[in-house]
């Protein structure tokens, strides 16, 4: 999966989840200061990222991953 | 030092007969059953295949991406709760937060998400239980979610008294006008349980009807047929306010909220006292906390569910507290039973019965009881001056509360 492909997938989420609009999701966005992604969601998202992408993101991996960019880079290395 | 009026100026609710308040009224008038078939898969292998489900789903009024995150009692509780603050003309008032409360009930709470977060965490596991399952179940989630939206900071209850929830709900509501503590209160109470679990425990108790091939004749109070209450689902909220805040800020005043009288059976978990002993004592305190003449309560909104005992033991109390006068009426016949919302739905009913002048109907009262020997508006609606009246809740655990409404 290339790097835009797990951006769409992760925006999929987040407008199911958080009602986000899929134009605003970029890699450079703050889940919680750029897209009002509070915390009860962030958990929501990280649960539909670990089944859409077959990956594992641990709680303490979730902290680090402040913008979609992050999560992008974390889904790429352990999807790998 | 006299005691703070209590006045009525904002009224919401979506319920089995229409959406909001004015569509409810004119179908409540009118005579109209909000009983109907349950037709979901999963209602075949219940005893019970009949409810009052909502004339209009929150989803009309709630985005999606909120209603994730709400029981669907917390919904209607929030689509009650706005229709009645923008009936009060509160939107725009500035109203002080400081001085804003919040007391509205739920019978059971969110036993549609516990239910459903369940069902996941068999099928899935523990991961994929929602992060928001506790806000939502929580009995006091409605209340919660009315205050955040509103805004209010002198505090947020949630009363559960089973049945009775919505009018002790109003109950606290004046409490705490009275007490000083807020000028204003959003009070009432929330109920959505249409789910084959609570159904099944109810028609286990063998509390509900089962006269599934006539939804609209199943739910028939003081009837000599009745066989139960059928369940309903909705929302009833309203805006109690102190009467010198109203009068200064020009609010329409719907009716003032006199007087409420509370008692308890200590009698039995579910079974109301043969001769409503407690419902007597409840309503005698409320004339006397209102300072009502009886000759004046002119209506009674009653708790009739349409169950065998718990209708006839009404009509003993009202007998004893109020004599022979008052024109009755049970408007579960038309509602079915809302739970925890329906004392603050028949709150509404009596309300807009002391506006309008006319008693709303008590539908299916084909063949009354041998015992009824009181005065009830059966089949049509009766026109009538209505200085003041009554709305009995009574709830399983022996909860009675009656509260009295008078003209302005």
């Excluded at chain 2, 229409?18 to 292998?45: F, I, K, P, Y």
């Excluded at chain 2, 007087?259 to 059976?265: A, C, P």
């Excluded at chain 2, 039973?337 to 004392?343: E, F, I, M, V």
């Excluded at chain 2, 509360?401 to 302005?408: D, G, Y």
Aim: hydrophobic share 45%; proline share 5%; net charge negative.
């Amino acid at each position: 999966m290339t790097r835009d492909e797990i951006t769409a997938g992760l925006a999929e989420i987040l407008e199911e989840v958080a009602g986000v609009n899929p134009d605003d999701v970029a890699e450079e966005k703050s889940f919680t200061d750029d897209l009002d992604v509070d915390s009860l969601s962030m958990v929501e998202v990280v649960v539909a990222a670990e089944e859409k992408f077959g990956v594992k993101i641990p709680d303490d991996e979730v902290q680090n991953l402040k913008t979609v960019g992050d999560a992008v880079s974390y889904i790429t290395k352990v999807g790998s | 030092m006299t005691r703070a009026g209590v006045v009525v100026t904002g009224l919401g609710a979506t319920t089995p007969l229409g959406g909001d308040v004015a569509s409810t009224w004119e179908a409540m008038v009118a005579g109209r059953s909000g009983v109907s078939a349950l037709t979901q898969d999963w209602a075949a292998q219940l005893p019970v295949r009949i409810a009052a489900q909502l004339a209009v789903e929150p989803s009309e009024a709630i985005d999606r991406v909120k209603l994730r995150r709400l029981d669907r009692a917390e919904a209607i509780a929030l689509v009650a709760a706005h229709q009645a603050w923008a009936d009060a003309g509160l939107v725009d008032a500035g109203v002080d937060p400081e001085r804003l409360a919040v007391s509205v009930g739920t019978g059971i709470g969110g036993a549609m998400t516990l239910l459903h977060q369940d069902d996941i965490l068999e099928a899935s596991g523990a991961r994929k239980v929602s992060p928001h399952t506790v806000p939502m179940l929580m009995p006091n989630g409605p209340a919660a979610w009315v205050g955040l939206e509103m805004g209010a900071r002198a505090g947020v209850h949630c009363v559960a008294s089973a049945c009775a929830t919505g009018a002790e709900a109003i109950s606290v509501g004046l409490d705490i006008i009275r007490s000083g503590r807020a000028d204003i209160v959003l009070a009432g109470g929330t109920e959505a349980v249409i789910h084959p679990l609570p159904i099944a425990g109810f028609a286990s108790m063998r509390a509900m009807s089962t006269r599934n091939d006539e939804p609209e004749k199943a739910s028939r109070p003081w009837d000599k047929g009745r066989d139960g209450f059928v369940l309903g689902e909705g929302a009833g909220v309203l805006v109690l306010e102190r009467a010198e805040h109203a009068t200064a800020r020009g609010a329409r005043i719907y009716a003032r909220l006199a007087g409420s009288g509370i008692t308890s059976d200590g009698y039995d978990i579910v079974q109301p006292h043969p001769e409503g002993l407690g419902a007597t004592r409840a309503i005698a305190f409320a004339l006397r906390d209102a300072d009502v003449a009886k000759s004046d309560v002119m209506h009674v909104n009653a708790h009739a569910t349409s169950t065998p005992v718990g209708d006839m033991a009404e009509i003993a109390a009202l007998h004893a507290a109020l004599g022979e006068h008052p024109v009755l009426t049970a408007t579960k016949s038309m509602t079915g039973h809302l739970l925890g919302a329906a004392g603050a739905l028949e709150s509404i009913a009596t309300i807009l019965a002391i506006r309008d002048g006319v008693v709303p109907p008590t539908i299916n009262l084909d063949d009354p009881d041998d015992g009824l020997d009181l005065d009830v508006a059966a089949h049509k609606a009766r026109h009538m001056e209505i200085p003041a009246a009554l709305n009995n809740s009574f709830g399983f655990g022996g909860h009675n509360v009656a509260l009295v409404f008078t003209r302005p």
